[in-house]
């Protein structure tokens, strides 16, 4: 994955707070960046997920690590 345009580091934030801060995020984005997300609530990959089918965004990448999950999404269209 070459590009990332934000990237935001919320380890130690708990459910709701990971969803929320993303969404807010690619509200503030243009169609086709790329927000990266570090998070260490173990809910926040499927939550995210969740986010991203319901908003119409791409799901590009979520990946476990040993400091916690990293999550690629690209915003979709509209919204």
Do not use: W, Y
């Amino acid at each position: 994955m070459d590009r990332i345009d934000q990237t935001l580091d919320l380890r130690g934030l708990n459910c709701p707070l990971p969803v929320l801060k993303a969404r807010k995020a690619l509200a503030g984005m243009p169609a086709g960046a790329r927000l990266e997300l570090l998070t260490s609530d173990p809910k926040a990959p499927a939550d995210l997920a969740e986010l991203c089918a319901a908003a119409g965004h791409r799901l590009l990448a979520s990946e476990r690590g040993a400091d916690g999950d990293r999550v690629v999404i690209e915003r979709g269209p509209g919204r």
